[in-house]
């Protein structure tokens, strides 16, 4: 482990990449050596919290002694030797529900896209009534990529095997059974990657705080502003950008947050695919944030159309002002070990903080604390 780690440092390559599961035992001296590949900016290794890797893998139905031997596949997902898992099927829109919730369901930027139709936002009542809509329309989308991604299944079983793959994943040989026909020890369900959990939340805590709560504004006011990109409500975006932001320890957006994960693991999780097992839910990145916000017009937490979204359950670039600490508090809040296709959390720190080593063991104590 060390010489890897001292060799990733010494030749800064961008592949392999480069993953490091910690646990409570690790000695300082390990974490030490971690961190000090972390000051160099490469962005790695990414650090993997040993238990809740083996959690997740429990969840989906491995035995205890195999979900502790797991290992990082592609950015976080927990995986195995033993596993068929299709990580990152499809990715889910979450600021795209909640868009098509506010506007009648249609999407902003291109009205030619829509899901079914919702009433006006004027006619909503009460903020749980505009909380029912998004999760609609959430549901909606769920419902959709599930669809496809069966289908796409269906087809990669008839024409595009996996006989080398197969080879390396326990279960497949003794099975005499391709990958893509369920041949792997453990078959996990495709996994839906969801994009913008902090967006939604921030979204739904602005039109909470600022519509129903202090009612500064109607909700037809606020809808207003996002068709115009919020030109011409500076005054109005000032407000909703100062609402209570997630990544900052606040229980008033966190809770949503929480909510919105866990709703969608539900109702990732009630469909079956081509094999009969669970679909997976997921929050990771693979810059998938920069696509799903350029298809996003504004949205009520005073982001601006076409912007990025935030990227696995990191908080959105910019509003975490608290401290790192309580970005890590609010991700922490949110129910990981159900997520079995990963969870990701990024946090970017000044080079400056990491040049020596007391700030560095300053951050092996915050990785530990995490």
Not at 34 to 50: M, R
Not at 310 to 318: C, D, K, L, Q, R
Request: charged letters at 25%.
């Amino acid at each position: 482990s060390y010489m890897c780690l001292q060799a990733n440092r010494r030749v800064k390559t961008h592949r392999p990449g480069m993953s490091v599961r910690l646990h409570p035992d690790r000695p300082d001296d390990c974490v030490g050596a971690v961190c000090d590949l972390i000051a160099e900016g490469t962005g790695f290794p990414a650090v993997h919290n040993d238990r809740l890797g083996s959690e997740m893998l429990l969840a989906a139905g491995l035995s205890p002694e195999d979900a502790r031997d797991w290992s990082n596949c592609g950015c976080v997902v927990p995986h195995f030797r033993k596993i068929g898992e299709w990580t990152s099927a499809v990715n889910v829109n979450l600021a795209s529900a909640l868009e098509f919730a506010l506007n009648q369901g249609r999407s902003r930027l291109s009205p030619e896209i829509s899901t079914f139709a919702e009433k006006p936002a004027a006619e909503f009542q009460s903020f749980e009534e505009v909380k029912e809509a998004f999760f609609k329309q959430l549901a909606y989308l769920i419902k959709h990529s599930v669809v496809g991604s069966i289908t796409a299944q269906r087809i990669h079983a008839e024409m595009v095997p996996r006989p080398y793959l197969s080879l390396l994943v326990e279960g497949c040989l003794e099975k005499g059974r391709d990958l893509s026909r369920g041949g792997a020890k453990y078959n996990l369900g495709p996994v839906l990657t969801g994009i913008g959990v902090a967006d939604s939340a921030n979204s739904l805590a602005a039109i909470k705080k600022l519509v129903f709560e202090e009612k500064k504004y109607t909700l037809a006011q606020i809808c207003q502003a996002l068709e115009k990109n919020w030109e011409g409500f500076e005054e109005m975006r000032k407000e909703a950008l100062a609402a209570p932001k997630y990544g900052n320890d606040d229980d008033y957006v966190d809770r949503l947050a929480v909510e919105i994960s866990d709703f969608y693991h539900h109702e990732t999780v009630s469909y079956t695919d081509l094999n009969g097992v669970k679909f997976n839910s997921a929050f990771l990145g693979i810059s998938n944030d920069s696509p799903a916000g350029s298809v996003v017009g504004a949205t009520p937490c005073g982001r601006k159309s076409g912007t990025p979204l935030t990227e696995g359950v990191s908080p959105h670039a910019g509003t975490d002002l608290t401290s790192p600490t309580a970005a890590m508090r609010s991700a922490a809040k949110i129910n990981h070990d159900v997520h079995t296709g990963g969870t990701l959390l990024n946090i970017k720190l000044s080079p400056s903080l990491l040049k020596d080593r007391p700030n560095r063991r300053k951050l092996a104590s915050l990785i530990r604390a995490y």
